[in-house]
């Protein structure tokens, strides 16, 4: 008989919530327009097929608007990667200051602009001092909301004021955060993508304040305002609005039912030690260490449950999570991590299974 597979990876990716999937379809439509519905058609066609993939384009971005603050507008872009590097890119003055534990989505793009760069620490609990010196001549301060690693809750609303006593703008990757937590209202760009939060791949989107100018990161047919050319999905859009949507309605039961399976997970795994802050996090995130743990033996020996040990970005490339040496781990501590990841669809059986079978393995590897 095979054994359940039980995924706890959510800060890879999520499942997509069947809310969105039927969202999707009547625009995955073929060549059989009897219907009266060309769920094919171009949205940025004038005819009439044309325009009814475009009003549900446009209520699609009403619905991922939702979950972010009001005096702003919505741009699709392919993904929370593509929203980060158009923000980043859009900076023409002044230096780049980020977190140390920011996405490499971030830290990337900074660098290669060109600008002077700053890194601002985080402590061992994984978190940035609100009062942190930033550099005069900032232009753009980048901090994320929820560190996909380690789960930590940054202090936004407050780096976000900082920024602007500066003169600086506050771009916010609130990928881990978007449709989980209150949305961090006083920054200035912030980036999400679908697929953090039940909706489909390939489609995420970057809020910008009214009054902030950005450039175009891609050029062509000048859609989204001409800012992000481009042929827009209206299924990806569909799946992401009907994601975003669900996400605000069930913000509450989804926080108590996942802060649930993390005492759940706590309790089987008392003996390991988190990684960050025990309360500033979300609690979908577990990062858990434990002294002497061979974590590729773990996750062969655990093979038929779905974890990690960091970013799925970052993965196979065998050096230490850059997240982990941050917050003072060494490299050799820091390998010793693992992170598992819960989510709406997931159970309080499936967790337990899974929390056992891992100090079952562990117990076993002698540690």
């Known amino acids: 008989m095979t ?7 959510h800060q890879a990716t999520t499942p997509l919530a069947p809310e969105a999937k039927a969202a999707m379809l009547p625009w995955l439509g073929g060549p059989d327009t009897s219907d009266g519905l060309v769920g094919f058609a171009n949205p940025h066609s004038m005819h009439k097929a044309g325009r009814a993939a475009a009003a549900a384009v446009e209520v699609a971005r009403e619905q991922v608007a939702g979950l972010l603050p009001k005096g702003g507008r919505v741009i699709f872009t392919s993904g929370a990667t593509e929203a980060l590097n158009q923000a980043i890119r859009s900076v023409t003055r002044g230096a780049i200051a980020y977190s140390a534990i920011e996405h490499s989505a971030v830290v990337n793009p900074a660098l290669a602009t060109g600008a002077p760069v700053q890194e601002l620490p985080v402590n061992t609990a994984g978190l940035v001092d609100p009062e942190v010196e930033i550099a005069a001549g900032t232009g753009l301060v980048a901090v994320m909301q929820v560190n996909n690693e380690i789960g930590t809750i940054q202090p936004v609303a407050r780096l976000a004021e900082r920024a602007h006593e500066l003169g600086a703008l506050f771009l916010c990757d609130a990928v881990q955060g978007a449709g989980k937590i209150a949305p961090p209202e006083h920054a200035d760009l912030i ?3 679908a697929h953090k939060l039940y ?3 390939g489609i995420g989107a970057l809020w910008v304040r009214d009054g902030v100018k950005i450039a175009a990161l891609i050029e062509g047919g000048g859609q989204e305002g ?3 050319s481009g042929t827009l999905s209206p299924a990806l859009c569909a799946g992401f609005g009907a994601a975003a949507a ?3 309605e069930r913000v509450d039961a989804d926080f108590q039912h996942l802060s649930g399976l993390a005492e759940l997970a706590r309790s089987i795994l008392a003996r390991w030690t988190v990684n960050g802050s025990e309360t500033a996090r979300w609690p979908g995130n577990l990062n858990l260490r434990l002294d002497g743990l061979n974590f590729p033996r773990l996750l062969s020996d655990c093979r ?5 040990a960091g970013s799925a970005c970052g993965s196979g490339t065998g050096a230490p999570s850059r997240v982990l040496s941050a917050i003072g781990l060494d490299a050799k501590t820091a390998r010793n991590s693992i992170r598992l990841g819960f989510g709406r669809y997931t159970s309080r059986d499936e967790v337990e299974e899974a929390c056992r079978a891992i100090e079952a393995a562990a117990q076993a590897q002698g540690v």
């Open 199 to 201: 909706g489909p791949k």
């Open 246 to 248: 669900l996400a605000k």
């Open 304 to 308: 038929n449950i779905a974890f990690s």
């Open 3 to 9: 054994a359940q597979f039980l995924y706890l990876d």
């Open 191 to 193: 980036a999400i993508t």
């Open 226 to 228: 001409g800012l992000r």
